[in-house]
């Protein structure tokens, strides 16, 4: 079972790193506009 985990995670590396980036980016924005109400 790990292999084939393993397998999966060689195989789909550029879409994990996409999705990982978009993650952080959904989190980014996530942050700014809950703090933006504090600024104005």
Not at 5 to 32: E, H, N, P, Q
């Given at each position: 079972?790990?292999k084939?985990?393993k397998?999966v995670?060689?195989?789909s590396?550029d ?9 952080v980016?959904l ?11 504090g600024l104005?």
């Amino acid at each position: 079972m790990a292999k084939e985990i393993k397998d999966v995670l060689v195989r789909s590396r550029d879409t994990i790193l996409s999705d990982a980036l978009g993650v952080v980016a959904l989190m980014v924005m996530l942050f700014v506009g809950l703090s933006l109400p504090g600024l104005i």
